[in-house]
């Protein structure tokens, strides 16, 4: 510390405020102001002021104003610390025995306006720190707790948890602003039928819509909106469901069928995506070695090229893959599927799957709320052979009836959600006008719910050349198409 003698005291100022939401800093303002007071006082130059707006000490949350006086202490360029009160500089026992540490090693004193000096060099001054840290400490958490309780209070009683403004509701949560609320709706049932999130966002910002706080879609902003149960009236704390007082924008069957058609996709994954440039990628298999055939390019008679169904003998790492004998044009295979897709959704049985879709989504809930059970019991299996309360033959026998259970239940819903993906059509359109207008994931994921593979068959001695429709030399007797559904 510098002789007072000889030199004038050296003093940093430093204030904080833990939750300064305007941005104003008229709290630091008003203990920047008395610490000054302070200071002059005393006769002592202030030569450092150091500032955290909005940043809890509670929270061990980095204070870079504050670690900058630390650092000027240990250059030696400040005698005398300076605060409205002990809690500004620290809130957490670990930080005040730090900062004792720091005194130490340098002998600054630490002055407040409210309690006044603060001897960290004597073991009296120590004990004092450390009391009114245990005190500061018990406050936030009495704070703590008593805002927890509110918020679970206020959960039970069905009410917002405030922050920012739900897309589609007022500030208060409690009042539907119709305009947001119909794009809501159009975002779930344009995804029901097959557009992705992405598209979605992309057709909203084109249009010049924005969301709740002004910014532009992206596809993780309209998922959101969608999944949120909010739409149903449904309040979430803490993981826990309470009934919610403001009104539904969906219905719950919509809102059935929105997880159905996310449930879907997840079950698809890795088996055939939606993100393809080609309908039937992924469907098509050969049929000689039942690999699964991909689209390359093939030479036409006048030089160009057109995509074709080919059966690799190697993938792109050299790998072998299939025989390499089948190579089908991609255009007329697709067109007579297609045809097949059409002709089976117009027959009688579709017809009657359409007109019992709510006995579906009834069945459909209690497919997921079984395979989510089931899959909690094999967490639970998990942990009690992590904790040594089962055997290693006991887990591996209740681990493998688990899995068997839930492949079933797998292979349950999917059956019924493909279903529902029929049931999906468009009402008041005809299904050739809905396959017209729809895009190709919607496509994709129509002939996923019919289709459980197609295979090319060799072409056999004797076939005729037939011609399919404006496709010459093409047999449609060598595809074969098994239904799902």
């Known amino acids: ?18 939750d300064d939401k305007r941005g104003e800093g008229l709290g630091v303002e008003r203990q920047e102001q008395a610490c000054r007071e302070l200071a002059e006082r005393n006769g002592w130059e202030v030569v450092l002021v150091k500032v955290d707006n909005g940043i809890s000490a509670y929270s061990g949350k980095p204070r870079p104003s504050y670690i900058a006086m630390v650092d000027a202490i240990k250059r030696g360029e400040v005698d005398v610390v300076i605060a409205w009160q002990l809690d500004r500089l620290y809130r957490r026992m670990r930080e005040l025995e730090d900062y004792i540490e720091l005194v130490e090693a340098s002998g600054i004193q630490t002055q407040t306006v409210m309690a006044g000096a603060f001897d960290l060099n004597t073991a009296m001054g120590r004990a004092m720190a450390r009391t009114a840290v245990s005190f500061a400490t018990l406050e936030v958490d009495n704070s703590k707790d008593r805002v ?11 009410l917002p948890s405030g922050g920012n403004r739900a897309y589609g509701y007022e ?19 344009r995804y029901i039928r097959g557009d992705s999130w992405n598209s979605i966002a992309l057709d909203l910002n084109e249009r010049g819509l924005r969301t709740a706080t002004g910014k532009f879609w992206a596809a993780i902003n309209v ?14 704390h803490n993981d826990d469901e309470y009934p919610a007082q403001w009104p539904p924008l969906i219905s719950r069957e919509t809102w ?9 996709g997840h079950s698809l994954h890795g088996k055939r995506t939606y993100a393809r440039k080609h309908l039937l990628t992924g469907f098509v298999y050969c049929g000689l070695c039942g690999t699964r055939m991909h689209i390359v390019p093939a030479r036409k008679r006048d030089g160009s090229y057109t995509p074709a169904f080919c059966c690799r003998t190697k993938d792109h790492r050299g790998q ?7 190579k089908r044009r991609k255009d007329p295979i697709e067109a007579l599927v297609i045809d097949c897709i059409l002709y089976r959704l117009e027959s009688p049985e579709m017809s009657s799957l359409l007109a019992n879709k709510g006995q579906v989504s009834t069945e459909l809930r209690q497919a997921f709320l079984q395979h989510e059970i089931q899959d909690q019991r094999l967490t639970e299996i998990i942990d009690l052979y992590s904790t040594g309360e089962m055997t290693f033959a006991e887990y591996k026998a209740s681990k493998i009836i688990a899995q068997t259970r ?19 059509i468009p009402a008041g359109k005809t299904i050739r006008t809905a396959w017209d207008e729809a895009g190709l994931k919607w496509r994709r994921q129509l002939a996923d719910s019919l289709i459980e593979e197609i295979r090319v068959h060799a072409a056999q001695p004797g076939d005729q050349k037939t011609n399919y429709k404006e496709f010459r030399q093409f047999n449609p007797e060598r595809i074969e198409i098994l239904w799902r559904a």
């Open 1 to 18: 510390m510098s002789d007072p003698k000889t030199t004038p005291i050296r003093c940093a100022i430093y204030a904080r405020i833990s």
């Open 148 to 158: 927890l309780s509110a918020k679970l209070q206020a959960a039970k009683a069905g």
């Open 171 to 189: 500030q208060n949560g409690m009042v539907i602003i119709e305009k947001e609320a119909a794009v809501a709706r159009e975002i779930i049932d």
């Open 223 to 236: 998922r959101n909106v969608a999944i949120r149960p909010r739409n149903i009236s449904i309040r979430v």
């Open 256 to 264: 059935d069928a929105l997880h159905v058609a996310i449930k879907r």
């Open 320 to 326: 072998k893959l299939g025989c390499g004998k089948i």
């Open 406 to 424: 839930l492949e079933q239940l797998r292979r349950e819903i999917e059956t019924k959600t493909s279903k529902v993906t029929i049931a999906n």
